[in-house]
């Protein structure tokens, strides 16, 4: 089921989305595009689980979302990032370092 | 959470339409864009439409992903079960149909007898101050006397020395007649304090309650209506106030009319009018205020805010200890054991309703269980019936969770639905409970349908909602996939259902046993010989103006006068006036007396007799029999020497081994003496179930009482004497009233009825009990039977003959019952206490009652194998074995 995300996933996707949204407002298709290209493929999940958690941030207050003309003059949906969300990015991602920097020194020392 | 989120939420919940139109756009618009890419890349617009969905995955778990976290999922998915709930119900008509009604019936019983345990015995009373009066009742337990009465004297004592209560207030009961409306009437008189309605914590409803100077000889007679008799004697009249009657020669006015309330001290019969205690001519007598001893009242008592009822007990005991020290000769403690106590009011109210209440609760809780079980089985067959259909919706991506939250779902909903109709169905039956529980409390006007039973009554059927939900949802966790349902789990079911079917059978045991208890108790009741016969007896209250008849030889003359008048008429046997009717008294009237040749001493501690009146023809009349000596005759007239007859159980207890024919007794501590000239045998004039008490009667022409009861006994209908009599009485003198005109049978069916109802509704739930586990047993054995048709087919093929099949089945199919019908009796065995204080003459372990139980049971239960048992034999093999 893919209902049952870790959180470590969720929160990750979360991360990844807000970072996306630090460089500049974005459509739902448009951020999956680019967490495709900056991940090279990596992170491979299907595109749809990308909603839930703009729904999930948005219901945060940290995203915020408009309806306008996307590239080929058709009615889209763009976030952006709010004042909180930007807080929380810098706080996630200085957990994320935190975080990782110890992983990464139990991996190598461990 | 913040409070934007909050409103976001709010916002979205009541927005779903719009919520639901953006989802949809956004989600296309991400098809659309993907698609559009691939095509750019080359390929066919078929083949990356298809590829742009296959990226994005599931579109409807990505929507229900969505509306999760937008935190609609749980406003959402509720009426979506609801509404599934709803179709799914709707498919299975006779299911919802069978435990709709099982359901009602069961939550209903539940909520009618709640409401009654509530208003009589969980409510504060409805007095202001309920919780904080007590009955100061005074005891002499060496002489075997629960209640002595208190004189005037002795209510100052113990309104001045009682520390722990802050009021002590009077109250008699007189009946006087009343003028004033139409032809003279009987008004039951309540004779109390001028405080004691603000002691109880009563307002009147019109009006004003009574005032010190109410209570004058020089002031004007005042009168204050019960509720009852304003609304049923006086049509509600709203100009009441003001208006006047003539009750002992004196001219009344009514002041007040009191609110609906339950009546205490006296229910039975209940209080028309109250008055201050000057009015009632008994009471302002000077020799009844001076007499210690003369003890007519009953007095009530206030605690002061914080005190207990221990804390008066003990005050009480005290103060008596100090009287009985002060006044030997009115107590004489040594040999009486005097003393005084309190007792809560609310308990003395709901005392006699408290054990059936408690019964009946018992009683409806486990049909409710049953109900519960019941159903429980019938939701496990139709789960295993739709076994395909949740492992396609498991497979279709249902979570586990989604599919049992489905199931209660439903069970709530169905739940809901009963609890409704059982809601509907204690509203109707309101007013045959109201007259029902009458019998046993004043409280029973109280029973109304408020917030609290309402309350139950939902919180009940969640609670079965619950019961009978769970365990099909739960038990559940096998299914692995769509090949494997309908076969795995059957076994595992199998023993859930007949787990369901031992419980079923082992409650309605211990109904049965309670109903069978209670039948047999109420037949034995029937049985007991009263020792007077009620059949063709008419009887009739006769009561004299005690200003106009004020010599005994007038009353006397007024008596005979009727009873001529009464005897002239035609299809009469006998005629006869006695002082009360028997069965129609709740208590015995005991006093003291002396036999000849014993010292006089203090009344209390004499022995004592119930002492009543006869006319020549009492004893003919309702069919006693004289043991020994001889009736009273006409001779026996005030000019003769006073005489007197005596029952058995009296002379056996004061002339043990002697006829007590001859001897002298005296009932004013040896002033006059009365001679014994017969002994009758024992009558039950105080209930059927009560012993009999020692009863001396005087002859009725040499006493001269203001009421007397007149018999007739006829030589056919007694109710075509109904006119009769009021007109011999009307004739004689048409300003004295007749009341209280019954046949002697209705009078016993009357004091009947309380077992009888008790035992009519028990035995009337356990029936219902008894039919649905038959038909519980029966589903469970068709369905095993069902399931088995294949192995029963090669059994059958195999050579085993149609008997032996029968036989089979039937047998696995009462092993369960065998099993319930053991805890049953163990848990039947457990419940005895609650019912031993309803019973009479029947031992709560009463074997013949089991024994019946157990074969009824096993009866039904073997004939609802049967049933099936008979289609397993009739089973072709040859189609059984082709049908797999």
């Known amino acids: ?110 | 959470m913040s409070v934007l989120t909050l409103f976001r939420r709010f916002r979205g919940s009541f927005r779903t339409d719009t919520f639901e139109h953006g989802m949809e756009a956004e989600l296309r618009h991400h098809l659309e864009m993907e698609a559009e890419a691939l095509v750019a890349r080359g390929m066919t617009p078929e083949a990356a439409r298809d590829t742009a969905r296959r990226r994005f995955g599931s579109v409807a778990l990505v929507k229900d992903d969505c509306r999760e976290s937008w935190g609609m999922r749980a406003v959402d998915t509720v009426t979506q079960d609801v509404r599934f709930a709803i179709r799914n119900l709707r498919k299975y008509p006779s299911y919802t149909f069978v435990v709709l009604l099982t359901l009602a019936l069961g939550i209903g019983a539940n909520t009618a007898i709640f409401s009654v345990v509530h208003a009589v015995l969980l409510r504060p009373l409805p007095y202001a101050n309920g919780d904080r009066l007590v009955e100061v009742r005074q005891l002499a337990p060496k002489a075997g006397i629960a209640n002595a009465g208190v004189s005037v004297k002795e209510v100052a004592d113990y309104r001045e020395q009682t520390a722990a209560l802050d009021a002590v207030v009077e109250y008699h009961q007189m009946s006087f007649n009343m003028l004033g409306r139409g032809e003279a009437s009987r008004v039951q008189t309540g004779v109390v304090s001028t405080n004691f309605f603000d002691v109880l914590g009563v307002a009147p409803l019109l009006g004003r309650a009574f005032r010190e100077d109410d209570d004058s000889k020089n002031a004007p007679a005042v009168l204050i209506l019960s509720y009852a008799y304003w609304q049923n004697a006086l049509g509600g009249d709203p100009n009441i106030i003001g208006r006047t009657f003539e009750l002992n020669d004196r001219v009344h006015t009514v002041v007040g009319v009191l609110p609906p309330v339950p009546q205490f001290p006296a229910a039975d019969p209940p209080d028309d009018v109250f008055m201050p205690p000057s009015a009632c001519p008994f009471r302002s007598n000077p020799q009844t205020i001076a007499n210690r001893t003369a003890r007519m009242l009953t007095a009530i008592g206030r605690l002061k805010p914080g005190m207990t009822v221990e804390r008066a007990q003990n005050d009480l005991a005290v103060v008596s200890n100090r009287l009985g020290a002060q006044y030997p000769e009115a107590y004489n403690p040594a040999q009486t054991g005097f003393t005084a106590s309190a007792f809560s009011v609310h308990d003395e109210l709901t005392r006699q309703a408290r054990p059936t209440l408690l019964v009946l609760l018992a009683t409806t809780g486990f049909v409710l269980l049953l109900v519960a079980a019941n159903i429980a089985n019938l939701s496990l067959a139709r789960v295993i019936g739709r076994e395909r259909e949740l492992a396609m919706r498991n497979a279709l991506g249902a979570s586990r969770g989604r599919i049992a939250r489905q199931l209660l779902t439903e069970s709530t909903l169905l739940a809901l639905a009963g609890g409704a109709l059982g809601l509907l169905v204690g509203w109707l039956v309101r007013d045959l409970l109201v007259a029902f529980t009458a019998r046993f409390t004043p409280r029973a006007g109280e029973i109304a349908i408020d917030g609290t039973v309402l309350a139950f009554t939902v919180g009940v059927s969640l609670l079965t909602g619950l019961l009978f939900g769970l365990l099909p949802a739960f038990t559940r966790r096998t299914i692995a996939s769509v090949k494997d349902a309908g076969h795995r789990t059957v076994g595992s079911r199998l023993r859930a259902r007949n787990a369901l079917i031992v419980a079923q059978v082992a409650i309605s045991f211990v109904l049965l046993v309670g109903a069978g208890l209670l039948v047999r108790s109420f037949i034995k009741l029937q049985q007991v010989d009263a020792g007077f016969r009620t059949d063709r007896v008419i009887t009739a209250l006769v009561s004299l103006d005690f200003v106009k008849y004020n010599k005994p030889e007038l009353r006397r003359a007024f008596y005979r006068s009727v009873m001529d008048k009464v005897a002239a008429e035609p299809g009469l046997e006998t005629v006869a006036f006695g002082i009360t009717v028997p069965l129609d008294q709740a208590a015995p009237f005991l006093t003291g007396f002396l036999i000849d040749g014993q010292a006089p001493g203090d009344r209390r501690a004499q022995p004592q007799v119930d002492f009543k009146f006869a006319s020549p023809n009492y004893f003919k009349t309702i069919g006693m029999t004289l043991l020994s000596g001889r009736a009273f005759t006409d001779a026996d007239d005030a000019d003769a020497p006073p005489v007197a007859i005596v029952n058995l159980s009296m002379a056996r207890h004061n002339f043990p081994g002697v006829d007590p024919v001859g001897r002298r007794v005296s009932l004013d501590n040896g002033r006059t003496w009365i001679t014994i000239v017969g002994v009758v045998n024992d009558t039950h004039d105080y209930g059927m179930a009560e012993k009999s008490t020692d009863e001396l009667y005087r002859a009725f022409a040499q006493t001269g009482p203001l009421s007397a009861s007149m018999l007739v006994r006829t030589a056919a209908d007694p109710l075509a004497f109904a006119r009769a009599i009021p007109a011999a009485v009307h004739a004689v003198d048409p300003r004295q009233p007749v009341s209280q005109i019954r046949t002697l049978e209705a009078i016993r069916s009357r004091s009947l009825a309380p077992p009888r109802l008790t035992a009519m509704l028990v035995t009337l739930f356990a029936g219902v009990a008894l039919i649905i586990t038959a038909a519980g047993i029966a589903g469970v054995v068709s369905f095993s039977v069902n399931q088995r048709t294949t192995e029963i087919g090669v059994r059958m093929a195999l050579g085993a003959p149609r008997s032996s099949v029968t036989q089979m089945i039937v047998r696995q199919g009462l092993t369960p019952v065998a099993v319930g019908l053991t805890a049953g009796a163990v848990g039947a065995l457990m419940m005895t206490r609650v019912v031993t204080r309803l019973l009479f003459a029947v031992e709560p372990t009463d074997p013949i009652t089991y024994a019946a139980v157990i074969a009824v049971l096993t009866a039904v239960a073997a004939f609802a194998c049967f049933v099936p048992a008979r289609r397993a034999a009739a089973i072709d093999p040859m189609k059984a074995l082709r049908a797999e």
């Open chain 1, 1 to 110: 089921m893919k209902h049952a995300k870790s959180d470590l996933l969720q929160g990750t996707l979360d991360l990844l989305i807000l970072r996306i949204l630090a460089s500049g407002d974005m459509h739902g298709w448009g951020i999956s595009q680019r967490l495709q290209q900056i991940s090279q493929d990596v992170l491979q999940v299907n595109q749809g689980s990308l909603y839930p958690a703009l729904y999930r941030l948005e219901q945060q207050g940290w995203i915020a979302s408009s309806w306008g003309d996307s590239e080929n003059n058709r009615r889209a949906k763009f976030y952006s990032l709010t004042r909180t969300g930007r807080k929380q990015l810098a706080e996630e991602t200085a957990n994320w370092e935190r975080i990782t920097a110890a992983v990464g020194r139990v991996l190598q020392h461990g």
